[in-house]
């Protein structure tokens, strides 16, 4: 008898997780709304004949797929286990092999990884040693093993793993087995931060799909694309083909596929802060629910909407109804997930404005962690304990809370599941404080950070279903954490520990930002860098803003300026929106002293700084927007008496100043109207000007492409890459680009285009100028993706505007910044300096609004 290929379709179709949830440190199993599922087809060539299977074995085969899609992990375990003996006293080798591959995706799910690497070994063993095996067979055993690979963080080996998988489908004929694995390549590929392959693999998918007639796999594809392009932060084409296939969908009469695509429109929408479309997607999406899993799904969006938007009135109304549904449903995977992201949600509310009685979701939790026990899912049993502690706690019960967090810290280190970890400890960190246990709550915080270095790479994709967003549950535990240390009179060890975590603080930023882990080399200390420079890291508090101050061979000094947090942005937006030449001068600097007195003055008054020194200025939230240079002392100018420049940490890569080689440039530019951006008239003389001085190859106009800078770039052994044109850094990633000719160039794209000089023969480039960007379009974190860029795409140093300048002072800056670079003794940062302090120097162009917008990020030498 021939291996039967029903049974495989019945569940090869659970086995590919999508790769949104694969790199992620939760996974709510096997998310069928992330990928396409590969299933085999009942005609595939069979090549490989077999013993009788008996019809318990098949019937098992079919229970273990029935709890496993149930999300009863263990049970299938147990299942699978006993069906794969059973197989193999037979002699039934392929179905052994298939039944061990299910087994290892079952051990997966448990986080059991040596169990999984296993199975899925000795499955490969059965094949490996068999004459002949089915295309299909060989494409589910390598998708499994992809699929571990990835997890255990070898996204490069999964990659060629499901190459391999590929090929395997393309031979059975099984189109959605190929469009699936081309995908979690592609998610892989994102991942190792290859952005403009894994986009190009997608690209390539939506035009097969567009090119093929409408059907339920059109639709199944264009739903993963979807999802897939929105985690690569193009919410744009997200939207496009998520509607296409509701369009195909709702033509079709694919009910099943409806309520799956709605919610990730209603996501899409969500990300954009677009709330009253995300509701509209979700509401709908609980209407034409046809499982009830995509029901409470929808239901769980819409609570977590009303709670984002204040609206306590459908809080009040909806939450009972969800509560209801919980209790009732039988418990798994799903159910109890979904009962976290529930507990989490309400959580966020006042006790106020709470809807359900604090003593029936302790009631709720209470059964939901028996239930995890009963189902062996012990990140389950984690999250629910964290929720739990947390919610006693608020309610009067500090002790109880302190234990039931404990608990929940003790079972993820069991399992090493550090974003449990990192929650549980801080919720410790935070109620230890609160009771006054100081040493303790350090202790704790100090574990939470921990565990959130360790989780760098997986930050930006915690699963959306337990609510594990950045600015909620990550940047508090850094300031929290920093908060502590400082306060009272700190001594040395304490300030050295809070430095580390304000870095670390950027850095995590960055990732978030970048949605990926955007630089792994080590801290240097400021004494291996510049002995003449000096670095101020500034963060804002609650009630306070901290500074600490680094200067070569000196103990760190630390001093503070007791200004609530509120009050510190106002004076900041002020001041912002004071920059501009129609403004009242007086008042901006009055402004511009009163942030020079918080950040600045009291090194000065102690003596700490030396004058001509350069400040590097690591700084924190609405900090970033400001112009250091334009810091007023009452008298002049920051920049009048110091080299300025802005780092997200020591965390550069090896120094080496401009002036101990020959510059090599590539100059770019766009002067004229394109695109629906204005001309920049300047921008010609600009190019022409700086070319000619650095011996530079020139790319004006038309002559601006990716592909011609990317040529340019490594032909020319260029170490200066200098773009002037239309730019933006926005807070949202997808927002971020730079014009070409021929379009718009995304951030992680010209990353990706320097990337592959840094990693050529030769080496990083030294300075990256972005003339006429625009940085002062977003938040406070517009700012950090310029200097993410940087550091991404491994350009020792950028120079860019904070804000759009006139075209001429911009042309008559940059001029100057290159006749002064690569002399004897000037740092990139004097360079700049200099240019600014020219047009500072010409009366016309006295105000700030005019040279302070340039900063230099990254490496000053």
Not at 392 to 397: E, S
Not at 575 to 601: C, E, F, T, V
Not at 726 to 750: A, Y
């Amino acid at each position: 008898m021939l291996i039967n290929p029903v049974l495989i379709k019945k569940i090869v179709r659970y086995s590919l997780l999508g790769l949104i949830g694969l790199c992620l440190a939760l996974s709510l199993g096997i998310d069928r709304s992330h990928a396409i599922s590969p299933k085999a087809t009942a005609d595939s060539p069979a090549t490989i004949a077999v013993a009788s299977t008996a019809t318990s074995n098949n019937s098992n085969l079919d229970r273990g797929r029935n709890l496993y899609d149930a999300g009863q992990f263990a049970e299938a375990v147990q299942v699978w286990q006993i069906t794969a003996q059973s197989y193999a006293s037979q002699g039934d080798r392929p179905n052994q092999a298939l039944t061990l591959s299910y087994l290892s995706l079952a051990y997966q799910q448990l986080n059991q990884w040596n169990a999984a690497q296993n199975s899925i070994d000795e499955s490969l063993a059965i094949l490996n040693g068999a004459k002949a095996v089915d295309a299909i067979l060989w494409a589910q055993v390598l998708n499994t093993k992809a699929i571990l690979q990835q997890q255990i963080g070898q996204s490069q080996t999964a990659v060629d793993t499901w190459k391999q998988a590929q090929g395997y489908y393309q031979q059975a004929g099984d189109l959605q087995g190929v469009l699936g694995t081309q995908i979690n390549q592609a998610q892989a590929l994102q991942s190792l931060g290859f952005y403009r392959r894994s986009r190009q693999i997608l690209d390539d998918i939506n035009q097969q799909l567009e090119k093929s007639d409408d059907s339920l796999l059109k639709v199944s594809g264009l739903r993963s694309v979807g999802n897939a392009l929105r985690v690569l932060g193009d919410n744009e084409a997200s939207y496009k083909s998520l509607s296409w296939g509701l369009a195909i969908a709702k033509n079709l009469n694919a009910i099943n596929e409806l309520s799956p695509i709605l919610i990730g429109l209603g996501n899409n929408a969500a990300d954009t802060r677009n709330f009253d479309v995300a509701l509209q997607h979700f509401i709908e999406a609980e209407k034409v629910a046809t499982k009830a899993s995509d029901r409470i799904e929808s239901k769980l969006n819409q609570l977590q909407v009303y709670v984002n938007m204040g609206q306590t009135q459908a809080i009040a109304t909806l939450a009972p109804n969800i509560q209801q549904e919980l209790s009732e449903i039988p418990p798994s995977r799903a159910s109890l997930y979904a009962i976290v992201n529930f507990a989490s949600n309400l959580s966020k509310l006042p006790p106020q404005e709470q809807p359900i009685p604090a003593s029936t979701i302790i009631q709720l939790l209470d059964k939901s962690v028996q239930s995890a026990r009963k189902v062996n899912d012990p990140q389950a049993e984690a999250y629910l304990l964290s929720q739990w502690g947390q919610l006693v706690a608020n309610n009067g019960q500090p002790n109880e809370g302190i234990r039931l967090l404990q608990q929940s810290m003790q079972l993820s280190q069991s399992i090493q599941s550090k974003n449990i970890l990192s929650q549980s400890a801080w919720k410790l960190g935070r109620l230890l404080h609160q009771q006054g246990q100081k040493q303790a709550a350090i202790a704790a915080y100090g574990e939470a950070v921990d565990a959130l270095q360790n989780l760098r790479s997986d930050l930006v994709g915690i699963n959306q279903e337990v609510q594990f967003s950045f600015r909620e549950s990550i940047e508090p535990v850094y300031r929290e954490f920093v908060s502590l240390l400082i306060d009272e009179n700190p001594d040395q060890s304490a300030l050295v520990k809070a430095r580390e975590l304000i870095e670390a603080l950027q850095l995590a930023e960055l990732d978030n930002f970048f949605r990926e882990s955007c630089l792994n080399s080590q801290p240097l200390q400021i004494d291996q860098i510049d002995t003449k420079a000096a670095v101020v890291y500034a963060i804002m508090l609650p009630n306070r803003i901290a500074v600490i101050l680094s200067t070569a061979g000196q103990p760190l000094t630390y001093y503070s300026s007791p200004v609530p947090r509120g009050e510190a942005e106002q004076t900041i937006r002020s001041y912002l929106g004071s920059i501009h030449p129609a403004s009242d001068n007086k008042g901006q600097k009055l402004l511009s002293q009163k942030i020079y007195n918080w950040l600045i003055r009291p090194a000065v008054d102690s003596q700490a700084l030396k004058e001509k020194q350069t400040l590097v200025f690591v700084l924190d939230g609405l900090l970033r927007k400001i112009p250091m240079a334009a810091l007023y002392d009452g008298k002049q100018y920051l920049i009048e008496n110091y080299a300025v420049a802005l780092s997200p940490g020591l965390k550069l890569l090896e120094t080496q100043s401009l002036e101990q080689k020959q510059i090599r440039s590539v100059v770019a530019g766009i002067s004229t109207a394109r695109n629906g951006f204005n001309p920049l008239p300047a921008v010609e003389t600009e190019v022409v000007a700086i070319s000619q001085a650095t011996s530079g190859n020139k790319l004006l106009n038309q002559e601006f492409t990716p592909s011609a800078l990317s040529k340019s770039i490594e032909s020319k052994m260029a170490n200066v890459v200098h773009l002037a044109t239309h730019g933006q850094f926005s807070s949202k990633q997808e927002d971020t680009f730079l014009l070409t000719w021929d379009g718009r160039l995304n951030i992680r794209e010209l990353s990706e285009l320097l990337q592959k000089r840094e990693t050529g023969q030769s080496g990083a480039i030294d300075l990256l100028v972005l003339s006429a960007c625009d940085t002062a379009a977003g938040d406070d974190r517009a700012v950090l993706g310029l200097a993410g860029l940087a550091l991404k795409s491994g350009a020792r140093s950028t120079i860019a505007t904070l804000w759009p300048v006139k075209d001429n002072v911009a042309s008559r800056l940059m001029v100057k910044l290159y006749q002064d670079l690569g002399k004897p003794h000037v740092s990139k940062a004097e360079a700049l300096r200099q240019a600014q302090i020219s047009i500072l120097s010409d009366k016309n162009f006295t105000d700030p609004f005019f040279w302070s917008s340039f900063v230099l990020v990254g490496n000053w030498l």
